[in-house]
Every structure is written in C-alpha cells, then in structure tokens.
C-alpha cells in the first residue's frame, strides 16, 4: 500500500479524535503513520500492516492508560478563588445570611453567612467555605452552643 494512504487514514483518524477526545483514535492515527514511514522506505503490506498493529497495541496498551490516569488527576495548586475556599478570615463588618464583610489574604472581601439564621459579629474569626463571584460565604471558626 502506498505510504499516502496511510497518511491519509492518520489525517482521518486525527481528525476523528479531534472530535471524539477518547484518546484511541489519536494513537491509531499515530499507528498509520509509523506505517505509512515504514511503506516510505519500501517495506512491503504485510510489514507495513505488522508495524501498525504493533504501534496500535503499543499505544492502546501502554499509552493510553498512563494518559487517561494523568487527564483524570485533579490539579494540585487550586488558582484565583479556589484557592480561598478553606482559609481564615476576619470578620470586618457584621456578617448575616445576606451581608458582611471579612478580610481575607490581605484584601476585604463582600461575605455572607453559610447559615442564613448566623449572625457573625466584627472581629470574629471564620472559614471561608466557598466563594461565590465576588462573595465569600463563610462559617464561624469557634461556633458557640
């Protein structure tokens, strides 16, 4: 089989990973094109076939489990926001199931109480429990009974 053949179904099998991102089509693509190298330097079908057999399994088997365990790895340094969700705070102006505000990481922050039924007054100590835009909703530290 001419070696533009096997470029062409690499172009195709490409294009089809493009779409479906299953991360199978790409290293069959990558498989037509050691064959289609291997059909450049004049090796014949049948080598030409056991090459992209080999190259398939090779990725099938040995690449693509690795990559779908790193794809599914949550990132290990949270960025912007997210990073806030978990630290303390302090509470600046009285925090309510509607308003307040804290500081927090140096910087003052619109809150509001995690627990609508809360009333945190100035100078408590909080944790952030998520943010939400531009609000942090946070939850006393030392909840007294």
Excluded: C, N
Excluded at 64 to 82: F, I, K, N, T, W
Excluded at 97 to 116: C, P
């Amino acid at each position: 089989m001419p070696w533009y053949v096997w470029l062409l179904a690499a172009v195709a099998l490409g294009a089809a990973e493009f779409f479906t991102l299953a991360l199978f089509l790409g290293l069959l693509a990558a498989a037509a094109l050691v064959a289609a190298v291997v059909a450049g330097i004049g090796v014949g079908l049948p080598g030409q076939l056991l090459a992209f057999g080999l190259a398939a399994v090779a990725g099938v088997v040995g690449v693509r489990p690795v990559a779908l365990r790193h794809m599914a790895r949550q990132p290990v340094v949270r960025e912007g926001s997210d990073a806030l969700i978990g630290r303390r705070a302090e509470v600046v102006r009285e925090v309510t199931g509607t308003h307040g505000l804290v500081k927090l990481s140096g910087e003052e922050w619109s809150a509001r109480a995690l627990d609508d039924s809360l009333v945190i007054p100035v100078g408590a100590l909080v944790d952030v429990m998520e943010i939400e835009g531009a609000t942090a909703v946070v939850h006393p530290r030392d909840l007294l009974p």
